[in-house]
Structures are given as C-alpha cells and as structure tokens.
C-alpha cells in the first residue's frame, strides 16, 4: 500500500507537469470537465459487457487490473485539476457532500 498521500501535493505535481509542457492554457474548466467526462468514459468501457459477477472479479486478471488502475488515475488526476483551477477543496467538497446526504438520507 502506498504511503499516506496529500492530495495538494499531488494538485502540485499535476500543475508542474502541465506547465513543463506548456499546457496550462489548455486546462481551462471546460476543457479539463470534457476530459475528466472522456476518462470516465474509458473506465465504464472496461465494464461496458461484463456480467455482476465478472466485474467483481475485474481486478483478479492482471491486464484489466492495469487498465482499471490506468483509468481511475486520469480521472481522478482530471478531478485534481479540475479543483485546483476552480478552486475546490475535494475534501473538504466531499465532505460537505456527506453531510447534506446524511440530512437528505436520515437512517431508517
């Protein structure tokens, strides 16, 4: 397992290798929502015509495992991106989330 890691050093990482490659002009909201919205995409391809029970078992053969693993890091790397151009703590927005769906969704 990997060390804890810190999501806005990660948002750091991300904005230094888009800037070494001169990409900031491109990673405007609507540009960085239509990739996030691509990524996802790629990520429910690989489930796309699994049955329950095989997707289940996605992570058990190396290859989808890969790709899976591939394809949840552009989307989230995207979502980082994506909040630091907005300025968006996901945390602290997920969190925020929770709370509201606890009220909305009251225990039974």
């Not at 691509?38 to 429910?44: I, N």
């Not at 991106?81 to 703590?89: A, M, P, R, T």
Request: one cysteine or more; proline letters at 6%.
């Amino acid at each position: 397992m990997t060390e804890h890691l810190d999501v806005a050093k990660l948002q750091r990482r991300l904005a230094e290798f888009a800037a070494a490659r001169n990409w900031q002009p491109y990673h405007t909201p609507k540009n960085l929502v239509a990739a996030l919205s691509v990524e996802a995409s790629e990520l429910v391809e690989i489930f796309q015509w699994l049955t329950p029970e095989e997707s289940a078992r996605v992570m058990d053969d190396p290859d989808s495992a890969h790709r899976v693993r591939d394809e949840v890091a552009d989307v989230l790397a995207y979502l980082l991106q994506l909040c630091e151009v907005l300025g968006i703590d996901p945390l602290a927005a997920l969190e925020s989330k929770i709370d509201r769906n606890e009220d909305r969704f009251p225990r039974p």
